[in-house]
């Protein structure tokens, strides 16, 4: 049981630290200019979806959780 919640700690950890990188690195990343966002700009209308990024980021948290919670 508590090898279990340790995993979990260590994932918390793990996401918490990989954010702070995140935001310290702020706009140097190409994280939502990769090509495939979706972006629409027509006068006072402007539209962004960052479809690229969304799939990326799911598989990088797919394998991770993968790695941690595998039983």
Do not use: W
Not at 22 to 42: E, N, S, T, W
């Amino acid at each position: 049981m508590f090898s279990e919640f340790g995993k979990v700690l260590i994932l918390f950890g793990l996401i918490l630290v990989l954010m702070g990188l995140v935001f310290m690195a702020g706009g140097k990343l190409p994280v939502g200019k990769l090509p495939g966002d979706i972006h629409i700009q027509r006068g006072n209308f402007h539209f962004y979806f960052p479809l690229a990024t969304c799939i990326l980021l799911s598989l990088i948290l797919t394998l991770v959780l993968n790695l941690f919670l595998r039983k």
